[in-house]
C-alpha cells in the first residue's frame, strides 16, 4: 500500500495467516493473525489477533461477526464487528 499521513506518503506492507474451519455445511469459524508493516522512520508495526464465525444464509449472501485484540502497545485492545457479503 502507499498511504498518507498528515501529508506525509510512506510505504507499508501487511500480512494475514488464518486457519478456518466448518462447523456445519452453512456455519464456519476461524482465527486469523494480522499485521501492517509501515516502512518509514517513526513509524509502528500494527498487529492482530482476531476470531469470527461465518454463516452462509444462500448461496449468495453471507454472514460474518469477529471479536479481536491488537497485540502491539500502540492500538486499541479489543474490537469486534459484523459483516455481509454477497454474490453479484
Request: aromatic letters at 14%; charged letters at 25%.
Amino acid at each position: 500500500d502507499y498511504v498518507s499521513d498528515t501529508g506525509d506518503q510512506f510505504g507499508e506492507v501487511s500480512s494475514s495467516l488464518s486457519f478456518g474451519f466448518g462447523l456445519s455445511d452453512r456455519t464456519g469459524a476461524y482465527l486469523e493473525y494480522f499485521g501492517f508493516y509501515p516502512a518509514g522512520r517513526g513509524r509502528d508495526d500494527s498487529n492482530f489477533l482476531d476470531t469470527g464465525v461465518t454463516h452462509l444464509l444462500s448461496n449468495d449472501l453471507q454472514l460474518d461477526a469477529r471479536v479481536g485484540k491488537g497485540l502491539s502497545t500502540n492500538r486499541d485492545d479489543y474490537f469486534l464487528g459484523a459483516g455481509a457479503s454477497v454474490r453479484f
